[in-house]
């Protein structure tokens, strides 16, 4: 790993032993990219990588010189205006009403380790010898206008973190209407990309198309990263597959609006850009203050997509998540929401949190409806306490203090960012809440935005929910946000500041998580957005995990959970039994293959659990019992998808340990097939010298090798419900002794 400067040719090579990406100071000052993909020998001079000739209608930079042309090189971090007609990568407006800048190199600073981003998530390293990182200083000498370029490579992972911040060093205002965090020029466009889209129920659904001339994306401008666009893009060649084949992966550490795309122009050349949403957004600077973007992470992998998706499973697995439970097992949970929704009394949650513990549960959560007036969606959002004392006689201090008493954990709902018109809150300050004069703020799921862009209402925020959490023994808290934004707009703040509170919201967010992980070392938080709505690396960085989905059907979480597994760790995917018939899409499925999805990630419980036969409480027992023996795998393997819900009838996913000595492989059956062929089963990553033993057959040995290129075969009979509809199976493979 380093990165090295050749000072004769003005190039920076950044390496490891996976890949290399050399930057090089073009003729113009501006940067170019020569090269970003597997590693390459380090050499002197890379300059012939930079194209370059006489083109009709081309654009240059001095006269009578027509080798380097903007508009046909492969640019870092282009700008507008000069001769570049592909997207720019930030834009200035300034007080002439120019938007033309040139930003031209001045100095690069490289340094061991990685520093914090400030009021930012970020990954980040526990020893300098983990990564090295290279800043580069462009100016546009006419504003005095600096942008510092940041890159981190690092030892262990195939990665690059990026991220820009400008500073006004001159006395006229100047106003950032778009800046990405990350922009790559690749030299051809003979990709596919994949995205991961959907809607609420029907999260990150795997989309696959072929680049094209033109300009192709994602975005969301929803306030939050939202249900349908998942921060993330990747490139694929199209014949690269889950196994083999080149990948690049492009995800942003951020958590509100947020824009993907790629241009593809009439060379074939593809811009790959990924930052905030420029709509909305607009950042004056004033002389001396700067701009921090988001922070991006790029992933290169010749291991096609389950290569690319294990480099950021593990490194946002522990460099991402931070704090106790970042190594920690998570607690097997119990949470009363589908069991009785708001109208609970304390005699029905207690006999809940018995039923668990009986049958090994671990953690037993309330949700929605323990404070203010909360009887219904109309009212009580905002009022972090208790007021009726019928529903809970000793407040949550006492309810928790009796679960424990029981032998298990407590956690509790929150949803800090909203607020009810029924409230005591919204009635002493109807003027806390995001809407513009004179406009009437719409209403979603009858509740509005708290403006967390002013410091008052996040500091009384805390105020209530650091009472909460201080007086009772609270050891999980569920983070909920259950509707976009609208109405942007601040009070507090002056025209000219509108542009920035969308971003400065996301930060007050940031911040109250900040405050309360500081206050709070211990607790375990679980970010929730209607369920997997701000489902996004910036959200792990303060919750370890994700409510995956409010969708808890186990043939629709196949899918969700596939998806979701692109870029996230299973141990970041919140992953239930729930009751039948399925609240979402009132399927009836066997309660085993319920089971059997939820294992591939963090487990728990949504149902009634007095209601069950005897039966279904062997069942859960039984399940509870594999979650337990076997979460430390499913937490820190290495996770590989075999079959695609999307593409076959049948899915498949395994996890495989460090050491290749186990694994566990989940099959899943969509619909029951008539007459069927027979099915087997290739696996992947497993030690082809080892020897394993599956549970169903401990007396037969199958080669590693005979597994991954011959397969195993899938005896339907063997399947939970005997191969019929929704059937499923986990099978457990360990070396032989």
Same mark, same amino acid.
């Given at each position: 790993?380093?990165?090295?400067?050749?000072?004769?040719?003005?190039? #920076?090579?950044?390496?490891?032993?996976?890949?290399?990406?050399?930057?090089?100071?073009?003729?113009?000052?501006?940067?170019?990219?020569?090269?970003?993909?597997?590693?390459?020998?380090?050499?002197?001079?890379?300059?012939?990588?930079?194209?370059?000739?006489?083109?009709?209608?081309?654009? +240059?930079?001095?006269?009578?010189?027509?080798?380097?042309?903007?508009?046909?090189?492969?640019?870092?971090?282009?700008?507008?205006?000069?001769?570049?007609?592909?997207?720019?990568?930030?834009?200035?407006?300034? *007080?002439?009403?120019?938007?033309?800048?040139?930003?031209? +190199?001045?100095?690069?600073?490289?340094?061991?380790?990685?520093?914090?981003?400030?009021?930012?998530?970020?990954?980040?390293?526990?020893?300098?010898?983990?990564?090295?990182?290279?800043?580069?200083?462009?100016?546009?000498?006419?504003?005095?206008?600096?942008?510092?370029?940041?890159?981190?490579?690092?030892?262990?992972?195939?990665?690059?973190?990026?991220?820009?911040? #400008?500073?006004?060093?001159?006395?006229?205002?100047?106003?950032?209407?778009?800046?990405?965090?990350?922009?790559?020029?690749? =030299?051809?466009?003979?990709?596919?990309?994949?995205?991961?889209?959907?809607?609420?129920?029907?999260?990150?659904?795997?989309?696959?198309? =072929?680049?094209?001339?033109?300009?192709?994306?994602?975005?969301?401008?929803?306030?939050?990263?939202?249900?349908?666009?998942?921060?993330?893009?990747?490139?694929?060649?199209? %014949?690269?597959?889950?196994?083999?084949?080149?990948? +690049?992966?492009?995800?942003?550490?951020?958590?509100?609006?947020?824009?993907? /795309?790629?241009?593809?122009?009439?060379?074939?050349?593809?811009?790959?850009?990924? %930052?905030?949403?420029?709509?909305?957004?607009?950042?004056?600077?004033?002389?001396?203050?700067?701009? /921090?973007?988001?922070?991006?992470?790029?992933?290169?992998?010749?291991?096609?997509?389950?290569? @690319?998706?294990?480099?950021?499973?593990?490194?946002?697995?522990?460099?991402?998540?931070?704090?106790?439970?970042?190594?920690?097992?998570?607690?097997?949970?119990?949470?009363?929401?589908?069991?009785?929704?708001?109208?609970?009394?304390?005699?029905?949650?207690?006999?809940?949190?018995?039923?668990?513990?009986?049958?090994?549960? *671990?953690?037993?959560?309330?949700?929605? %409806?323990?404070?203010?007036?909360?009887?219904?969606?109309?009212?009580?959002?905002?009022?972090?306490?208790?007021?009726?004392?019928?529903?809970?006689?000793?407040?949550?201090?006492? &309810?928790?203090?009796?679960? @424990?008493?029981?032998?298990?954990?407590?956690? &509790?709902?929150? $949803?800090?960012?909203?607020?009810?018109?029924?409230?005591?809150?919204?009635?002493?300050?109807?003027?806390?809440?995001?809407?513009?004069?004179?406009?009437? =703020?719409?209403?979603?799921?009858?509740?509005?935005?708290?403006?967390?862009?002013?410091?008052?209402?996040?500091?009384?925020?805390?105020?209530?929910? $650091?009472?909460?959490?201080?007086?009772?023994?609270?050891? +999980?808290?569920?983070?909920? @946000?259950?509707?976009?934004?609208?109405?942007?707009?601040?009070?507090?703040?002056?025209? /000219?500041?509108?542009?920035?509170?969308?971003?400065?919201?996301?930060?007050?967010?940031?911040?109250?998580?900040?405050?309360?992980?500081?206050?709070?070392?211990?607790?375990? #938080?679980?970010?929730?957005?209607?369920?997997?709505?701000?489902?996004? =690396?910036?959200?792990?960085?303060?919750?370890?995990?994700?409510?995956?989905?409010?969708?808890?059907?186990? @043939?629709?979480?196949?899918?969700?959970?596939?998806?979701?597994?692109?870029?996230?760790?299973?141990?970041?995917?919140?992953?239930?039994?729930?009751?039948?018939?399925?609240?979402?899409?009132?399927?009836?499925?066997?309660?085993?293959?319920?089971?059997?999805?939820?294992? !591939?990630?963090? #487990?728990?419980?949504?149902?009634? &659990?007095?209601?069950?036969?005897?039966? $279904?409480?062997?069942?859960?027992?039984?399940?509870?019992?594999?979650?337990?023996?076997?979460?430390?795998?499913?937490?820190?393997?290495?996770?590989?998808?075999?079959?695609?819900? !999307?593409?076959?009838?049948?899915?498949?996913?395994?996890?495989?340990?460090?050491?290749?000595?186990?694994?566990?492989?989940?099959?899943?059956?969509?619909?029951?097939?008539?007459?069927?062929?027979?099915?087997?089963?290739?696996?992947?990553?497993?030690? /082809?010298?080892?020897?394993?033993?599956?549970?169903? $057959?401990?007396?037969?040995?199958?080669?590693?090798?005979?597994?991954?290129?011959?397969?195993?075969?899938?005896?339907?009979?063997?399947?939970?419900?005997?191969? %019929?509809?929704?059937?499923?199976?986990?099978?457990?493979?360990?070396?032989?002794?």
């Amino acid at each position: 790993m380093g990165i090295i400067y050749s000072e004769t040719t003005k190039e #920076f090579h950044l390496y490891n032993d996976m890949i290399s990406y050399i930057i090089q100071v073009l003729p113009n000052l501006q940067l170019g990219n020569l090269y970003y993909g597997k590693r390459i020998r380090h050499k002197s001079d890379f300059t012939y990588l930079l194209e370059g000739r006489h083109r009709s209608l081309a654009v +240059y930079t001095k006269e009578k010189e027509y080798f380097f042309s903007p508009q046909y090189t492969r640019m870092e971090y282009p700008c507008t205006g000069t001769g570049d007609y592909r997207e720019p990568a930030f834009e200035v407006d300034q *007080e002439d009403g120019s938007r033309i800048v040139c930003l031209e +190199y001045q100095s690069y600073r490289i340094y061991k380790g990685k520093e914090k981003l400030k009021d930012l998530p970020a990954v980040y390293v526990e020893s300098e010898k983990e990564a090295e990182t290279l800043e580069i200083t462009l100016t546009d000498s006419l504003l005095q206008l600096d942008c510092i370029m940041q890159y981190t490579i690092f030892k262990d992972y195939p990665a690059i973190a990026r991220s820009v911040k #400008f500073c006004n060093r001159g006395e006229k205002i100047l106003r950032l209407g778009r800046v990405f965090s990350a922009s790559v020029d690749l =030299p051809d466009a003979g990709y596919d990309m994949v995205q991961l889209s959907g809607a609420w129920s029907r999260e990150r659904k795997v989309i696959v198309r =072929p680049l094209s001339i033109g300009t192709q994306g994602i975005n969301s401008r929803h306030g939050i990263s939202s249900a349908e666009q998942n921060p993330f893009l990747v490139l694929k060649r199209p %014949g690269a597959d889950e196994l083999q084949g080149e990948v +690049y992966g492009f995800s942003l550490i951020y958590s509100g609006n947020h824009m993907e /795309q790629v241009e593809v122009d009439t060379c074939h050349m593809a811009r790959v850009q990924i %930052g905030i949403h420029p709509e909305g957004f607009e950042w004056q600077l004033l002389n001396g203050e700067t701009f /921090q973007s988001p922070e991006a992470i790029l992933v290169y992998s010749q291991q096609g997509l389950n290569g @690319m998706s294990q480099v950021y499973h593990k490194l946002y697995r522990n460099r991402l998540v931070r704090g106790l439970w970042r190594d920690r097992e998570r607690p097997i949970l119990i949470n009363n929401w589908e069991a009785t929704g708001a109208a609970f009394t304390e005699e029905k949650i207690l006999t809940i949190a018995k039923n668990g513990k009986a049958l090994g549960m *671990e953690m037993f959560v309330l949700d929605d %409806g323990w404070f203010g007036k909360r009887d219904d969606d109309f009212s009580g959002l905002g009022d972090w306490y208790v007021t009726n004392n019928a529903k809970l006689p000793g407040g949550i201090k006492g &309810l928790a203090e009796k679960v @424990m008493e029981l032998g298990m954990q407590f956690g &509790l709902w929150f $949803e800090p960012e909203m607020v009810n018109k029924d409230s005591d809150l919204f009635r002493s300050n109807p003027d806390w809440i995001l809407c513009a004069p004179g406009r009437t =703020p719409s209403p979603s799921r009858n509740q509005y935005i708290l403006d967390f862009t002013r410091k008052e209402v996040v500091d009384y925020i805390y105020g209530m929910m $650091e009472k909460i959490l201080s007086e009772a023994p609270i050891s +999980y808290v569920k983070w909920d @946000m259950n509707r976009y934004m609208t109405e942007c707009y601040s009070i507090t703040k002056k025209p /000219q500041e509108q542009g920035k509170v969308m971003h400065r919201y996301i930060l007050g967010v940031y911040g109250l998580y900040e405050r309360l992980l500081k206050r709070f070392p211990n607790i375990l #938080f679980e970010s929730c957005s209607s369920g997997g709505a701000r489902f996004d =690396p910036g959200m792990l960085y303060y919750a370890p995990q994700t409510w995956t989905s409010d969708d808890t059907d186990a @043939m629709e979480r196949v899918k969700i959970q596939y998806g979701t597994s692109y870029l996230y760790p299973l141990c970041t995917m919140g992953a239930h039994v729930s009751a039948v018939p399925n609240l979402q899409v009132g399927r009836v499925t066997p309660l085993e293959t319920r089971g059997n999805v939820a294992q !591939f990630g963090v #487990f728990g419980y949504e149902l009634d &659990l007095g209601g069950l036969s005897d039966q $279904e409480r062997k069942i859960i027992r039984e399940q509870v019992e594999f979650a337990k023996k076997h979460r430390s795998l499913i937490r820190t393997g290495d996770f590989y998808r075999l079959q695609s819900p !999307f593409e076959e009838n049948d899915a498949a996913w395994m996890v495989v340990s460090e050491d290749k000595k186990e694994a566990l492989v989940g099959f899943y059956r969509m619909l029951g097939v008539p007459n069927d062929a027979w099915i087997r089963l290739r696996l992947a990553g497993l030690d /082809q010298e080892m020897d394993y033993m599956i549970d169903e $057959e401990p007396s037969v040995l199958y080669g590693g090798d005979e597994l991954m290129q011959v397969g195993m075969v899938i005896q339907k009979e063997a399947l939970c419900n005997q191969g %019929g509809d929704y059937s499923s199976k986990i099978y457990y493979l360990e070396v032989s002794k």
